[in-house]
């Protein structure tokens, strides 16, 4: 599968992708429309607006550490920060089609890309929470943002109790703190975007979401009137009157607005108030006498001055719902993408096309062409035969929310999606590797390597942890971790003479010599340098990964040479991934064999920094030298290019039909099954054809190694015993650290 192709599978577009086949053309699943012609009130199905009620003074919030907003799966949520203490925070359901109540409490904390990330929810005592909720908690997540008045983020996870069918929600949050105090204070033009999905009474999505894009007016008396894919005039087509009022409940919903459209209630309104302009957030829901329901959210910026067209230049991180790449349904979780803007162009990381944009202007159906005079919106397609596109509007300094129409491919629906993007900030350049030469060695601090594969195989590492440490009965094993510096560094073996207990350290050079007298450049591993400086590890994670947890003078100032495969340091995000991933320096897969994108790749090396374990890693690395070996060339006319991330490429082959290896099917704690495991490997690389394609690494058995000879049992079974016993087999020694960690 290509690149591309692999991108349309997965993400069903990206940040909002699409070629908009928006509800106000027809399109959207059947929505309608921007508003239904006739709806009940919200939270009262069936119930029309009554028009006598008296007025109820707005009671908005002011500031402080409390967030009403929308969730745009289709719910009100309330989130007070640093409560019930300093970094914590409290997530309330206020109002939900979906069984969900209750309030959850949770810790969060900065993480290295600049977002704030809350886990390990609980249910506080006494609000109402379900159990079913209690349960989903462990796998809920919130990251979220801070832009003035504004708190954005992604909530994932989150269970739908009213389906009670396992199915997951995933919204994009828009919470404020600072409300109006009268309706007067919005008058004005707005630009609005919205989603929504309809549902059958059990609360399952019933065909694709609608998106939408539009300008809607307010009065200073409240009175609205929308419309649709098209900028507002009084005579507007097809345009909806209506009209903004107090919520009832202000208890409840601070400060919120409930909104009717031809003397019907279709949802409520929270207020942003910053910066002498209003956004409003909106919570949609209307049902039928049958119990199905639609719902959604949508957002709406004061349209009273036009963006500039460079409003969005700069670096984004974006996210949306993940898409499933067979069925194009959302899997619950988020998905996260780098996005570069410059010169009228955007760029991502995971397209390779990219998308002209137009400010003050919307795009919608079928037609290729913009809309104009939408200010406040900015809008575009990519260059491709899909002519995906999306719909973005800027809200406050540093947020930008946006729709479009992830279209799959295959067996995948085209489904509207809605996201978020938050502006990162300009990095300063980091010259400490600015001088970097392409296949030159140059010295690194391991700390400074940022990671390019989400994952390791922890029993490799734990066989070198245990070797490091055995000094028992006079044995000299615990060498191997100088011996390991000296060969990485292309200098053979250390001197053994000169490693010294309780001396000789990683971290001083000066403490050990290495025996060779010439540098191995083939034996280093290897690097690039990124965006602004920033250092890529693309081969040696875990080598240098048991370097910073070596006993011996490890941790992030370890320092040693690795080859340099590349400078793209004055690239943007989006370019610099890209070409990662054309060039095959990039894995992107968690070791479920899911997707991931270069967003949620660890930070940093080490056991503790972010590297999952993969177990099917980590038997590739135990089947070297039986079912295949890392292929070499003595022959300078004929040299074999080194492939990066080499078995993880093995290890989708064996995953793979009609190899089918399931470690599931193994005891990986016990050394007699897993030796099986590691011979059934074995054969079925001996056995394979020279010229099947291994994986997606475009190489065939041969070319990756392939030992097309049955392994000797002999060697099999010295992987967990040897003929001496003060030297281990690898096995026995990863088995021995993971089981010392699992008594502690």
């Known amino acids: 599968m290509t690149n591309s192709h692999w991108t349309r599978a997965r993400m069903a577009g990206l940040v909002g992708l699409a070629a908009l086949s928006l509800a106000a053309c027809g399109g959207g699943g059947g929505g309608g429309g921007f508003f239904p012609i006739a709806g009940p009130v919200a939270g009262n199905p069936g119930t029309p607006a009554n028009p006598d009620t008296p007025p109820v ?6 500031g402080g550490s409390q967030y009403a907003g929308t969730a745009s799966f289709g719910d009100t949520v309330s989130i007070t920060l640093d409560q019930p203490a300093a970094g914590q925070l409290t997530l309330r359901f206020v109002d939900s089609r979906f069984g969900l109540a209750g309030a959850l409490s949770a810790s969060y904390a900065t993480q290295p890309d600049g977002s704030l990330l809350a886990t390990k929810f609980a249910a506080v005592a006494g609000t109402g929470v379900p159990d079913a909720l209690t349960a989903a908690l462990p796998k809920l997540s919130l ?94 087509s097809a345009g909806q009157p209506g009209k903004l009022a107090a919520e009832a409940d202000q208890k409840t919903y601070p400060g919120a607005l409930a909104l009717t459209i031809d003397g019907q209630r279709i949802g409520r309104v929270m207020v942003n108030a910053q910066s002498g302009a209003a956004t409003l957030l909106a919570d949609e829901f209307t049902s039928a006498a049958d119990g199905s329901f639609r719902t959604g959210t949508w957002v709406l910026q004061s349209a009273a001055v036009a963006l500039p067209a460079t409003s969005l230049d ?184 000169t490693v010294i207990a309780g001396t000789s350290k990683l971290t001083d050079t000066t403490t050990f010599t290495c025996s060779g007298k010439t540098v191995d450049q083939t034996a280093m591993k290897s690097a690039v340098v990124g965006p602004r400086g920033v250092l890529y590890l693309t081969d040696g994670h875990h080598t240098l990964t048991s370097f910073w947890d070596a006993p011996d003078g490890g941790g992030a100032e370890v320092r040693i040479p690795v080859v340099m495969k590349g400078n793209f340091m004055t690239q943007n995000n989006a370019t610099f991934w890209r070409g990662m991933r054309t060039s095959k320096m990039v894995w992107l897969k968690l070791p479920d064999g899911r997707a991931i994108t270069p967003a949620e790749l660890p930070q940093q090396l080490g056991l503790n920094n972010g590297l999952q374990d993969d177990p099917y890693r980590a038997l590739l690395y135990f089947t070297r030298d039986l079912g295949y070996a890392p292929p070499t060339s003595t022959d300078p006319a004929n040299p074999i290019s ?96 993971r089981a010392s960690l699992a008594a502690k």
């Not at 003074?57 to 002011?62: D, E, N, S, T």
């Not at 899997?331 to 003050?360: E, P, Y």
């Open 57 to 62: 003074a707005l009671q908005p919030l002011a």
């Open 143 to 236: 990251r979220f943002h801070v832009d003035g008045a504004l708190l954005s983020g992604s909530l994932a996870q989150v269970p739908n109790l009213k389906a009670a069918d396992g199915s997951l929600l995933q919204g994009e949050v828009a919470a404020s703190n600072q409300g109006a105090a009268d309706v007067a204070r919005l008058a004005g033009v707005y630009s609005f975007i919205k989603r929504t999905t309809a549902y059958n009474a059990k609360g399952v999505a019933q065909g694709a979401a609608a998106a939408e894009f539009g300008q809607l007016n307010i009065k200073a008396d409240g009175s609205v009137r929308a419309c649709v894919g098209q900028a507002y005039a009084d005579n507007c």
């Open 314 to 497: 700069g670096e984004w991180l974006c996210s949306q719902p993940e898409l499933d790449a067979r069925t194009g349904a959302a899997t619950g979780r988020t998905q996260r993408n780098f996005v570069s803007v410059g010169t009228g162009l955007l760029q991502t990381d995971t397209i390779d096309t990219d998308v002209k944009l137009s400010a003050n202007a919307g795009i919608g159906g079928a037609s290729t062409s913009t809309v104009s005079g939408m200010n406040g919106l900015v809008a575009g397609q990519w260059s491709d035969s899909q002519k995906a596109g999306r719909v973005l509007l800027p809200v406050g300094k540093q947020t930008a929310y946006y729709i479009g129409t992830g279209a799959s491919t295959g067996a995948a629906a085209a489904s509207n999606i809605s996201g978020v993007c938050r502006a990162l900030p300009v990095q300063p350049v980091i010259n400490t590797y600015a001088a970097a030469a392409v296949n030159v060695p140059m010295t690194i601090r391991i700390g400074d390597a940022r990671t390019t594969q989400p994952a390791i195989g922890y029993d490799q590492v734990y066989y070198k942890q245990a070797r490091y440490r055995n000094s028992s009965g006079g044995s000299n094993e615990w060498k191997k971790e100088f011996a390991d510096f000296c060969e990485a560094a292309g200098l053979s073996d250390s001197k053994g003479s």
């Open 642 to 737: 080194s492939t990066e991330f080499l078995e993880f490429y093995w290890s989708e082959w064996l995953q793979a039909s009609p190899q089918n290896v399931k470690l599931s099917a193994y005891n990986l704690t016990n050394a007699a099954s897993y030796l099986q495991a590691i011979g059934a490997a074995s054969d079925l690389m001996n056995r394979a054809d020279p010229a099947t394609m291994i994986g997606s690494s475009g190489k065939t058995a041969k070319d990756m190694g392939q030992l097309p000879k049955a392994y000797d049992p002999a060697a099999l079974a010295a992987l967990y015993t040897s003929g001496d016993p003060l030297k281990p087999g690898k096995l026995a020694y990863a088995l021995s650290y």
